[in-house]
């Protein structure tokens, strides 16, 4: 089975304070997913990356950054942490096999709360 | 661009009570469409897929059907149970590239005994 594992499940931080949210894929994942989750919003995409050292924005990259150093692992960070961006963060991960018909598959998802 | 919509919910039943969550779409091309659930506190997991027109993806009792024609990718159970009580996401995948998925903004259901 697929594991994708984030790092915390739930995490505090202050307004301004730069906050890293780690994220790691066991199955060799070409693609890799940052989403946030809020209530009434359902997902939406930070950012993505479809291979080791490349990013792409997805539709709310404001105030975030990604970095993927080794295929396995995918970090978003936060530059200088605001209120709005208390929400719960989910990652993914997906084979590029059979072009757009692989699913994605996902972590427990981190709590994060800025006060 | 590309979006899902799905209805509000909580959608509540009762057990044993037939199940319609509607899932209609927009897009450019032809997308897969999947259903994902979500249980309390835990990242979401692929419940069915379905790749193109016609194709019916099923798990565990749930059945949705691909609808070129009407847009659609409605989540059907023919006899609900209280363990389905989660929230249901429907999302379809980009088929420009690099399998981005567009949510809808999911539909909690509410079974009771």
């Known amino acids: 089975d697929v594991k994708v594992t984030q790092s915390s499940r739930y995490l505090v931080k202050r307004t301004g304070e730069k906050v890293f949210l780690e994220c790691v894929q066991d199955?060799?994942?070409?693609?890799m997913f940052w989403y946030r989750q809020d209530p009434g919003l359902g997902l939406r995409l930070i950012y993505f990356?479809?291979?080791?050292?490349?990013?792409e924005k997805g539709d709310i990259p404001e105030g975030y950054s990604v970095s993927r150093e080794k295929k396995e692992r995918f970090s978003l960070i936060l530059e200088s942490a605001s209120t709005s961006q208390t929400s719960m963060y989910l990652c993914a991960s997906s084979s590029s096999t059979g072009v757009h018909n692989q699913p994605q598959h996902f972590g427990d998802g981190t709590r994060l709360s800025i006060l | 661009g590309d979006s899902v919509t799905q209805m509000e919910g909580p959608v509540t039943l009762s057990e044993e009570a037939f199940l319609t969550i509607n899932c209609t779409y927009t897009a450019t091309g032809y997308p897969s469409l999947f259903w994902y659930v979500q249980y309390p506190g835990e990242g979401l997991q692929l419940l069915l897929k379905a790749t193109k027109a016609d194709d019916k993806g099923s798990n565990k009792g749930f059945e949705a059907t691909y609808r070129k024609e009407t847009t659609s990718f409605h989540l059907e159970k023919g006899s609900v149970q209280v363990s389905d009580s989660v929230v249901y996401f429907c999302?379809?995948?980009?088929?420009?590239?690099?399998?981005?998925?567009?949510f809808g903004t999911g539909t909690r259901l509410l079974v009771s005994p």
């Open positions: 990356s479809y291979d080791v050292k490349m990013k």
């Open positions: 199955m060799d994942h070409e693609n």
């Open positions: 999302a379809l995948s980009d088929p420009s590239g690099f399998q981005k998925l567009v």
